[in-house]
């Protein structure tokens, strides 16, 4: 069997299952149990079909190849003339001299935090499945762990950690203002009336490490649980009545204590409030017959009023025009006037003069 190895290339002669010589660029023929193995001069060489203390016991191999040894605990950075090649992982490799100029840098990897140990265009270039990425966005931090270990806080940032059997989990915590819902929660008053309130809630975690552990992970969950419970007995230590007439005093007392229940739960709680109050629908339709009949009391209240005050004021021009002619007099023009503003024609019969039968028109005797 003809076999060509090209300038790139060198070759390995077997003859019957042994390793024989190292073979350069050129034209061969393998004869009967004769077999020719071929491998790139730029890439790491593991043999197929011998060890590499085979290979490095042939006659030459130390002049033309160079052994790596990669431990379980490492990893080998490979460089070619200077420039960053590949990533070796645990292992015995062989290269072959004449394939550049080679250079290896050891990495302890029982620290699986990569860190500053691989420029990010080296990192580029390695295969997802030597390590994992952890990003964390700006206005949160991450709780790092080593096998359910925590290790320490992450602060903004991307990192890169390798897969080297240590189990590596980022819980992110958004360090921002953040805001809490309880919708529709049902709560039933002194009274027994099922009243539906809406509460919102802003608070912000102060160590992302130790609310960790006060809450099991989940500030949400804790912050949602401790603030249904204090709704539900303040809700019901109070009437219906009491609570829809001192509705905007609710959220102060309901956040003074959630505030002191949550002290040691290294969370700050800005600000909370009553977005609604739903009644049941009969007690609705109560409240709004009631309240219905109470505007129109205050409405006839206002009527009444206005009539009194307006049958005083006439009382009082009677009064003043019955003692003042020349008042009663420009009264009765003013009138006189404002009757002629709608009329379009007067038609005076007889021989009374014209401001005589304007008088009589306008009611004077």
Partial sequence: MKVVINDKERGLLYRKGKLKKLLDAGNYTAFGSEK???????????????????????????????QVDVADNEMCLHYLDGNFKDILSAGRYAFWKEGG???????????????????????????????QTVNV???????????????????????????????????????????????????????????????????????????AEIADHNIYMYLYSLSQLVLREYVGRHSTDEILASRDSIADEVLNVIRERSENAYVIIESA?????ILPGEISAIMNSVLAAEKRAQAN???????????????????????????????????????????????????????DRLAEIAGRK
């Fill in 273 to 277: 409030g009553i977005k609604d109050i």
């Fill in 101 to 131: 100029r080679h250079e290896f840098r050891m990495i302890n990897i029982e620290d699986p935090e990569i860190g500053d140990k691989l420029k990010p265009y080296e990192i580029a270039k390695l295969s997802s499945a030597k390590y």
């Fill in 301 to 355: 209240v206002i009527t009444r009023r206005e009539e009194v005050a307006s049958t005083r004021s006439l009382l009082n021009t009677a009064k003043l025009m019955d003692e003042n002619e020349t008042l009663r007099r420009l009264k009765e023009l003013e009138y006189l006037e404002r009757i002629c503003e709608h009329v379009g024609e007067i038609n005076v019969n007889g021989g009374s003069g014209l401001l």
């Fill in 137 to 211: 966005k700006s206005g949160e931090k991450a709780r790092l762990y080593y096998d359910n270990r925590l290790v320490r806080i992450l602060e903004p940032g991307t990192y890169y950690f390798w897969k080297n059997g240590v189990n590596v989990e980022a819980q992110t915590e958004d360090m921002r203002i953040r805001r809490l819902t309880i919708d529709g929660q049902e709560i039933l008053t002194s009274d027994k009336v099922g009243l539906r309130i809406n509460f919102v809630m802003n608070f912000k975690v102060t160590d992302p490490a130790k609310v």
């Fill in 36 to 66: 020719i193995e071929k491998s790139s001069i730029l890439q790491a060489f593991v043999p197929l079909w011998c060890t590499i203390d085979s290979l490095m016991s042939v006659k030459g191999a130390g002049e033309k190849l160079i």
